[in-house]
C-alpha cells in the first residue's frame, strides 16, 4: 500500500512512560484498559489530554494477568476472554466519553496479541468482545482477515524497532537482535514501512521510547508522509 499519510501510535497508560510527552508526539494511543497495566486514573489523564490535543483514542486489550504484564500467553475460554474484552472496552469507552474521547478502535496486547495472529477461536472471541470496533494488528494476523470479512475495518502495523522472521512475525524478545536499539536505523526503518502499512508502532516500554518517537515523526515527516490518526 502505497500513501502520503500515515498513523503513529504507542502504548499508553501503562505506568512505564511519558504519556504526556508521547501523546505531543504520536497520532494513536493504544491505551491499557487495566487487565495487564494501567487503572482508571491513568485512563481518565491519558483520554482527557487525548481528546484535546487530537489523537485517536484505542482500547489495548490483554490476557487478565498483570504480574506477567500480559506477555504469558492463556488457555482462556472463548466465553471468557469474551467477556474480559468486552469489559476492557466497556471500561474505557465509559471513562474516554466522560473525558471527550471516543474509542476508535481495539488493539490487542503482548500475549493476546502474538495468539490472535493464528488462533482462530481466541481471534474470534476477542472480536466479539469488541463489537464492531476496527482492529488494529500485524500484517498477515487472522484476526485481521476475520475482521474484514465480518465488514469491520482493520489496520495493520509495522513495527521498526523490532526484527521480524522471514515469515513476517516479531523475533521474540528474549533473541538476538530481536530489538532495534539504534536511533536512526529505527527512524529509516520507519520511513520504509510507510509505504506499505497504515500505521508505524512505537514501543512503550523501552527507556527511550519518547526520543525514539521523536526521531521517527521526524523521519516520516521529512520524506513527505503527513502524520494522520486512525479512524
Not at 173 to 181: D, E, F, V, Y
Amino acid at each position: 500500500m502505497t500513501t502520503s499519510s500515515i498513523d503513529l501510535n504507542a502504548d499508553l497508560g501503562e505506568g512505564l512512560t511519558d504519556d504526556m510527552g508521547l501523546l505531543a508526539v504520536v497520532t494513536s494511543a493504544n491505551v491499557a484498559c487495566g487487565y495487564h497495566a494501567g487503572d482508571e486514573r491513568m485512563m481518565r489523564k491519558v483520554c482527557a489530554v487525548a481528546a484535546r490535543s487530537g489523537v485517536s483514542v484505542g482500547a489495548q486489550v490483554s490476557y487478565n494477568d498483570r504480574p506477567n504484564f500480559g506477555r504469558v500467553a492463556r488457555d482462556v475460554s472463548f466465553k471468557v476472554l469474551s467477556e474480559q474484552i468486552a469489559d476492557q472496552v466497556g471500561t474505557l469507552t465509559r471513562i474516554a466519553r466522560k473525558e471527550g474521547a471516543t474509542v476508535r478502535y481495539v488493539k490487542p496486547h503482548g500475549a493476546l496479541y502474538h495468539r490472535v495472529y493464528d488462533d482462530p477461536e481466541q481471534a474470534q472471541a476477542l472480536l466479539e468482545g469488541s463489537g464492531d470496533l476496527p482492529v488494529l494488528g500485524m500484517e498477515g494476523a487472522l484476526i485481521l482477515d476475520r475482521a474484514r470479512a465480518a465488514g469491520r475495518r482493520t489496520f495493520h502495523e509495522g513495527f521498526p524497532d523490532r526484527a521480524y522472521t522471514p515469515d513476517g512475525r516479531l523475533v521474540p524478545r528474549g533473541k538476538p537482535g530481536a530489538l532495534i536499539t539504534d536511533i536512526d536505523e529505527v527512524g529509516r526503518r520507519a520511513v520504509e514501512m510507510a509505504a506499505r502499512v497504515d500505521s508505524i508502532c512505537v514501543r512503550g516500554d523501552r527507556p527511550t521510547v519518547l526520543s525514539v518517537a521523536r526521531e521517527v515523526r521526524r523521519a516520516l515527516t521529512a520524506a513527505g508522509f503527513e502524520l494522520r490518526s486512525l479512524a
